[in-house]
């Protein structure tokens, strides 16, 4: 059952900043994604939408009255949806509001991008099915899936102090780690440095501690999506993972992307959801038919790594894998949030729920190097004749994501990007 077209998603609409109308923009009037900007180093962070290759200061086109954009993301859905459409109306080609809001216009090329609000708590999934099963495979072939994988979205705690902006490097980590044949453990560099390949679901409203939220109002409490890369460390998390699952392998940086797009921005590229035949289904609690005719969203998703070689070069970096998150989610995005909350947990404006590592269901579609690789046995031939296992130092990892649909205009996340420094060696 569709639900009926948001005047805002209108394929029809174009608006008089040029830049938004080019079909391969990933801003056309049709996404309007929210995010932070500051023009300088030391200005305060502003609330911006992207258009086209510009950003709107929100403030200064007299949409909000302040800078807070953990409040803006918490207002009802009701809210939030007049408060696109009042910028939908002034982007608009022939709107009568052209003058004010071209004053609040800054060019994206000027102005610093930033995590996109204040992140609180960070809860890391593992909805890919595709990743599961080959990560399983590496440590248990014949028994790749533990049992509760098709009944509990499984999930850690992350740490959100080092959730970073994209453009942003961070060091490769030091980290304790133990070769099989090794006696004892010691403390090197990490030489098994990956990406994962994630989305990032930001929470919108609280919900009261004690008070789960039910599927059927789970999406209500979803802000918006963003692109995410969980960098791990495989040969940290080799040897600290069990029994409590990943810790300093994962701790080290997470990069996301700036811009959030709105469910409502989603809403003409939603799918229905199902499962394999044979699988369980899930229990109540985790199931509704709203859940099942339009759970899914169909996010086509892409890696690049460019190395230090290639950006001397002017080189944009080969895509190493494709994967689409409706192909390769098991979990829906409301199976996250009533799952999270059914125990009474709290969830805060500004939580962060990354899916997990989303693999597709073909080997070259995996969202991981330790997959493209097998564990590092098999290296990547680069386009420039570079070989690659695990990311060495200077190597870029950019994410992009985009929605198509006949009929609608395509609508991108922009980039998440992130560089690998050298190990911090002291000043
Ligand atoms: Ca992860």
């Known amino acids: 059952m569709a639900a009926p077209l948001l005047d ?19 801003f056309p009037i049709q996404n309007l994604p ?25 403030r200064r086109a007299g949409l ?29 080609t022939g709107s009568a509001q052209r003058e004010k809001f071209e004053a609040a216009l800054v060019p994206q090329s000027v102005v610093m991008l930033g995590v996109p609000c204040d992140i609180h708590d960070y809860t890391d999934f593992y909805v890919g099915i595709h990743h ?7 440590f248990r072939p014949d028994n790749p899936l533990l049992p509760n994988y098709k009944w509990v979205p499984i999930g850690y705690h992350g740490r959100a102090s080092t959730i970073v902006a994209s453009g942003t490097g961070f060091h490769r980590p030091l980290g304790q780690t133990k070769a099989p044949d090794a006696q004892e453990p010691a403390v090197n560099p990490s030489a098994r440095l990956d990406l994962e390949l ?27 999506i963003t692109l995410f890369n969980d960098w791990s460390a495989r040969d940290i998390q080799a040897w600290e993972y069990q029994p409590l699952g990943p810790f300093l392998s994962k701790s080290f940086a997470s990069t996301i992307s700036p811009w959030m797009v709105t469910l409502d921005a989603l809403e003409p590229f939603r799918k229905s959801w199902s499962r394999p035949e044979g699988d369980p289904r899930p229990l109540p609690y985790l199931d509704s038919k709203a859940n099942s005719d339009r759970g899914a969203i169909d996010i086509q998703l892409e890696v690049w790594l460019q190395t230090p070689r ?3 070069a002017g080189h944009a970096g080969d895509v190493i894998s494709r994967s689409n998150f409706a192909e390769a989610a098991y979990w829906t995005v409301a199976q996250l949030v009533a799952h999270h909350t059914l125990n009474g947990c709290a969830l805060q ?12 269901p073909r080997p070259e579609q995996a969202g991981s190097l330790t997959e493209l690789t097998l564990g590092g046995k098999q290296q990547i031939a680069l386009s420039n004749g570079e070989l690659r296992t695990f990311l060495q130092d200077g190597d870029s990892i950019i994410l992009k994501g985009f929605c198509e649909r006949p009929g609608f205009r395509r609508i991108g996340f922009g980039e998440c990007r992130g560089t ?8």
Request: hydrophobic share 40%; net charge negative.
């Open 8 to 26: 805002a998603n209108d394929p029809a609409l174009e608006s008089w900043v040029e830049s938004a109308n080019a079909a391969s923009s990933d």
């Open 132 to 138: 599961a099963t080959a990560i399983g495979k590496q």
């Open 34 to 58: 929210f995010g932070r900007f500051r023009r300088q180093d030391d200005s305060a962070w502003c609330i911006g939408v992207a258009i086209g290759d510009q950003v709107l200061d929100l």
């Open 349 to 360: 404006s500004g939580d962060l729920f990354g899916s997990g590592t989303l693999s597709g």
């Open 420 to 427: 690998v420094l050298p190990v911090y060696r002291g000043t």
């Open 310 to 312: 290639m950006a001397a």
């Open 64 to 92: 909000v009255e302040n800078h807070d954009i953990n409040r803006l993301i918490r207002l009802k859905p009701e809210t939030r949806q007049a408060l696109r459409q009042a910028i939908s109306e002034g982007l608009r």
């Open 198 to 224: 994630e989305l990032g679901i930001i929470i919108g409203r609280p919900n009261a501690q004690g008070v789960p939220i039910s599927i059927a109002q789970a999406e209500e409490h979803v802000f918006g």
